[in-house]
């Protein structure tokens, strides 16, 4: 009996020795980093690794941990330094241009023109992926980051009638909720969120062409104006509607805090909207969107997206150009974003099985790229290069942390920041 069956074992690990042979010969590894590492964000890296393992290829997971994704850009440079790259690294915006000029980037243009990816793409889209006209990364999504998030039944309980359009309504509310005994907004006191509130503040005071002149073009008139007061003040204003607690805190932690009906709202990008997902929520429900205070009529673009790094072995040259296509697929496109709150960045996709809220982000994308308010997020590097953004949001941070700091020093402070080189 004992003969039989280990006969059999040994049969059938020849086998399995031999299809797994089979499948090693065609298949390559891809390494690759990214920071989606909260609930929702994994579960939507984890279909592309699905896709890719469909595919017969290894797929080696280089998550590093760290909303926004500095850590990982830290960990990204080592690794390229010393000769030894992933296969694709999450890298996005001006930073894609950075690269390339430093000559790690594969080109991708083989597997773009066989996709046809310009006329899958928006062109402002298509040229960030782009270095000196060839293919050198590859989109995955459109997140919008002028969003404000809300807990209907926090807003009810306070006697909040609905999602506030100016900041006027937006203190009134905040007062209401305080006095009913909430948290009015959840915060996540790490600089890259500091940043991405105030970013949607200065939209919302300044408006498109004051966002423009301040946060892209970096003209110092616009940093140093009137208005550029008004939205500092507003943004320092907004710090005393959050907790004690909040220094430190993890984006997904203050999101969840939204869910459990502890704060009502949070200022953040439509990747939060992949945490009340995964949570089993229901938007319109369970929790409410809407474009942040004053900014219906704009949208602060992200893009995520995959850099290709050059690498030597042909198999693994292989399985990066599967990725490529895999990305820009329709399969993937769909469940990637019904997962991590985004909107497909390739043209034409059906959204049918798509919620409200991404329906009224493709739409408003739509209308603000006609109207000139489609603009980048810089809180989220698409809109300077990173030397210039890491300075402003030190700043910008700073401010918030430090009320000794006053709102004509913080002017001054963006100012010097802005002309980092
Ligand atoms: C990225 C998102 C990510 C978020 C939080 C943003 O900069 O674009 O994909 O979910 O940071 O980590």
Redesign the pocket.
């Known amino acids: 009996m004992l003969k039989v069956s280990s006969m059999r074992l040994s049969c059938l690990s020849v086998a399995v020795l031999a299809m797994t042979a089979a499948v090693a010969a065609q298949a390559g590894e891809v390494e690759v980093l990214h ?2 590492t ?1 609930g929702g ?1 994994a579960k939507s890296v984890a279909e592309l690794k699905k896709i890719m393992q469909a595919k017969g290829h290894v797929w080696k997971d280089f998550a590093v941990a760290g ?3 500095d850590n990982a850009a830290t960990l990204l440079k080592s690794r390229v330094v010393s000769g030894n790259p992933p296969s694709a690294g999450q890298i ?1 915006g001006p930073a894609i241009q950075e690269w390339a000029s430093e000559g790690v980037l594969a080109n991708l243009d083989a597997v773009g023109k066989a996709e046809k990816w310009d006329s899958l793409l928006p062109k402002v889209v298509a040229d960030v992926m782009k270095y000196k006209g060839n293919f050198v990364a590859v989109p995955v999504n459109v ?1 919008r980051v002028n969003w404000i998030w809300a807990n209907p039944d926090v807003l009810k309980k306070a006697g909040v009638a609905g999602m506030p359009k100016n900041y006027d309504e937006f203190f009134a509310a905040a007062d209401k909720i305080k006095k009913a005994g909430f948290i009015a907004v959840a915060h996540g006191g790490q600089n890259w969120q500091d940043f991405t509130t105030f970013e949607s503040v200065a939209l919302g005071v300044g408006g498109v062409k004051f966002y423009h002149d301040a946060m892209v073009t970096l003209d110092p008139k616009a940093i140093s104006s009137d208005t550029m007061t008004k939205a500092l003040e507003t943004f320092r204003k907004i710090k005393g509607y959050t907790d004690p607690a909040a220094p430190g805190r993890d ?1 997904n932690l203050a999101t969840s805090m939204v869910m459990k009906g502890e704060a009502a709202f949070q200022f953040m ?1 439509d ?1 939060a909207k992949g945490e009340f997902m995964a949570a089993g929520k229901v938007p319109g429900k369970d929790f409410l969107c809407a474009a942040a205070p004053g900014t219906a009529n704009a949208f602060t673009f ?1 893009v ?1 997206s995959f850099a290709m790094f050059k690498l030597k072995s042909p198999d693994a040259q292989k399985a990066q150009g599967d990725l490529a296509a895999a990305i820009m697929g329709t399969e993937f496109q769909e469940v990637f974003n019904l997962n ?1 709150g985004s909107i497909p960045v390739r043209l034409n996709m059906k959204l049918d099985k798509f919620d409200d809220c991404a329906k009224l982000s493709s739409k408003d994308f739509v209308d603000t790229a006609k109207s000139g308010g489609l603009q980048p997020s810089i809180a ?2 698409m809109a300077v290069k990173p030397a210039a953004e890491g300075a402003i949001k030190d700043v910008v941070s700073q401010f918030w942390n430090d009320d000794k700091i006053t709102v004509a020093d913080a002017q001054k402070r963006l100012v010097a920041a802005a002309a980092t080189k």
Do not use: P
């Open positions: 920071y989606w909260s964000e909303g926004g994704g996005k997140h984006w990008g990747w992200n995520d991590k989220h590097g």
